[in-house]
């Protein structure tokens, strides 16, 4: 009895100066939500159109992500695919900068022009990506895009664009801010001709997007919680001296003040799309004017 009260116990040794190994979790396998926090599968939030499922908030989506979930079968016949950012005003490390853009996102600029169909009707459409300096519009995105309004008005085919922006790019500077005058008259003469164009915000849409042609659409659409605005909060907060709403320039927000139509989710953007092309067609054929 005293003897087994007395007995010393037995512990297991761990080898000192051995470093412990980590589990390996592949990169790119979960997904934090910015929102909620909560933390998910990537694929699970990717079959749900890059929608938390938790909080309904709405990941960014680059333009070829957008192409896929937004055309038929998401076929896009492609505008201007060579044209390409260079450096008209020989900016300090600007031209550097282009080319690692093109790397890290695969494109050539921040915006995929093209034409395809949507619930079967044919359309010219934009989407515009972050991924390439955070959407900012130089002379390469404002050429596109009026090239695309020109393309609209010539076919008599319904014009969309998903816009998604910083604003001017600083680089090209003054060329850039003449984007803004450019695609705007381009879309004035679109919709006097009797185009119909339905502009989608998504987040962020700013700057000198959110100024000209963003704004401008027949149809003015956003994704739930998408930035939209001008200038940034703590600027306006600065300039104007006064506390802003926590839900400033939220897409509900500028719905509420009569800034947008609708404020659509992604899994019904598609439907809402074709429903608002639907309206204005007649046996699949879109009427000037309608």
């Given at each position: 009895?005293?003897?087994?009260?007395?007995?010393?116990?037995?512990?297991?040794?761990?080898?000192?100066?051995?470093?412990r190994t980590k589990p390996e979790i592949p990169e790119g396998l979960m997904s934090k939500?910015?929102?909620c926090g909560n933390i998910q599968f990537s694929k699970e939030v990717e079959k749900n159109l890059k929608v938390c499922p938790s909080c309904g908030h709405h990941f960014r989506l680059s333009a070829w992500e957008r192409i896929a979930i937004t055309l038929d079968?998401?076929?896009?016949?492609?505008?201007?695919a060579e044209l390409s950012?260079?450096?008209?005003?020989?900016?300090?490390?600007?031209?550097?900068k282009v080319e690692a853009q093109k790397k890290s996102?695969?494109?050539?600029?921040?915006?995929?022009?093209?034409?395809?169909?949507?619930?079967?009707l044919p359309v010219v459409a934009a989407f515009m990506s972050f991924d390439f300096f955070a959407g900012s519009m130089g002379s390469v995105v404002g050429e596109k895009i009026t090239r695309a309004i020109e393309q609209a008005h010539e076919k008599k085919l319904p014009l969309i664009i998903f816009s998604t922006s910083s604003g001017a790019r600083m680089q090209e500077s003054i060329l850039s801010l003449m984007q803004m005058a450019k695609t705007s008259a381009a879309l004035a003469r679109f919709q006097g001709g009797g185009g119909l164009y339905i502009s989608v915000m998504t987040d962020p849409t700013t700057g000198g997007v959110s100024a000209s042609f963003a704004m401008l659409g027949d149809f003015n659409l956003a994704e739930p919680g998408a930035l939209v605005g001008f200038a940034g909060r703590v600027v306006i907060e600065q300039t104007i001296r006064q506390k802003l709403?926590?839900?400033?320039?939220?897409?509900?927000?500028?719905?509420?003040?009569?800034?947008?139509d609708k404020v659509v989710h992604r899994k019904e953007m598609k439907s809402m799309l074709t429903k608002l092309l639907d309206m204005?067609?007649?046996k699949g054929e879109i009427i000037n004017g309608g």
């Open positions: 009895m005293f003897k087994d009260l007395f007995h010393k116990k037995k512990y297991a040794t761990i080898p000192s100066g051995q470093p939500c910015p929102k079968e998401g076929r896009l016949t492609e505008f201007d950012s260079e450096d008209p005003l020989g900016f300090p490390g600007y031209a550097g996102s695969g494109l050539t600029d921040a915006v995929i022009t093209g034409e395809g169909t949507i619930g079967g709403p926590d839900n400033f320039q939220t897409a509900e927000f500028n719905l509420q003040h009569g800034q947008l204005h067609s007649v």
